[in-house]
């Protein structure tokens, strides 16, 4: 059973960089056929992907955000990152990580319980 747990601070101030990691436990980022991926609900929104790295390195991201995000990995640690640059209170949202089978799929066989990171100076 494979098992997410996102951490990171839960307040950031506006311009800053939001910085999260998700562990991994119960398969390996590496060998195991899923995107390793970040998603967000702001307050009263839908579900919105970031991003996703693949088991191979390859990385993919929202054309959205592309330009203020980084994805990155820590193979030894079995630890994918996010960095978000530059936040604004826009991007107050809980923060998933999760597995996915595929890429542009709305279905996600495992999940993290979800960080709520607020941007407020």
């Known amino acids: 059973q494979v098992q997410l747990q996102e951490s990171g601070p839960d307040l950031v101030k506006p311009s800053q960089t939001l910085s999260l990691t998700c562990t991994v436990s119960g398969g390996s980022i590496t060998t195991s056929y899923y995107y390793w991926s970040w998603i967000r609900q702001p307050p009263g929104k839908g579900l919105e992907w970031m991003g996703a790295i693949a088991n191979d390195g390859s990385i993919y991201y929202s054309p959205s955000l592309k330009s203020r995000t980084s994805i990155s990995r820590d193979t030894p640690k079995n630890q994918f990152s996010l960095q978000l640059r530059s936040v604004t209170p826009e991007d107050t949202a809980v923060y998933y990580c999760?597995?996915?089978?595929?890429?542009?799929?709305?279905?996600?066989?495992?999940w993290g319980q979800g960080t709520q990171v607020t941007v407020s100076s």
């Open positions: 999760a597995a996915a089978g595929s890429l542009g799929t709305d279905e996600y066989d495992y």
